[in-house]
């Protein structure tokens, strides 16, 4: 079983940054790749950043590409999204996931590839 929690959402004005923390637990000898997804009101929900632990490669969505960084403190069992350039299309609930199944390419931005999900924690960005 593997329990993650998500915080750092919050409300702020386009331009804006934020950094969203998802504190993940289980087996420490089971290495999981953690991604972040988004759900906008009437929207699919869409992959936006993973990261693949060993080599710790990372993918993103076009859509955040250079806005946004996903990063890991192993230490801390701690995966973080740094999002800078905030528009209102950003304006989603942010869930994180982790898999242990899938191969370290960009089809970790899928959803299907994960086995765990977090709460969410809602990012609202206003203009």
């Known amino acids: 079983q593997v329990q993650l929690v998500e915080s750092g959402g919050g409300s702020v004005q386009a331009g804006g940054s934020l950094r969203l923390s998802c504190a993940h637990s289980g087996n420490p000898y089971a290495r999981k790749y953690i991604g972040w997804f988004r759900q906008a009101p009437g929207k699919e929900r869409e992959g936006v950043a993973a990261?693949?632990?060993?080599?710790?490669?990372?993918y993103y969505a076009d859509s955040v590409k250079g806005r946004f960084t996903i990063s890991q403190d192993n230490a801390k069992n701690t995966v973080y999204l740094q999002m800078n350039s905030l528009n209102p299309e950003d304006t989603a609930m942010y869930y994180c996931?982790?898999?242990?199944?899938?191969?370290?390419?960009?089809?970790?931005?899928?959803?299907?590839?994960?086995?765990?999900w977090g709460k969410g924690t809602l990012v609202t960005i206003s203009s």
């Open positions: 996931a982790a898999g242990f199944y899938a191969v370290a390419d960009p089809s970790l931005l899928r959803g299907s590839n994960y086995n765990y």
């Open positions: 990261i693949y632990p060993g080599d710790s490669s990372t």
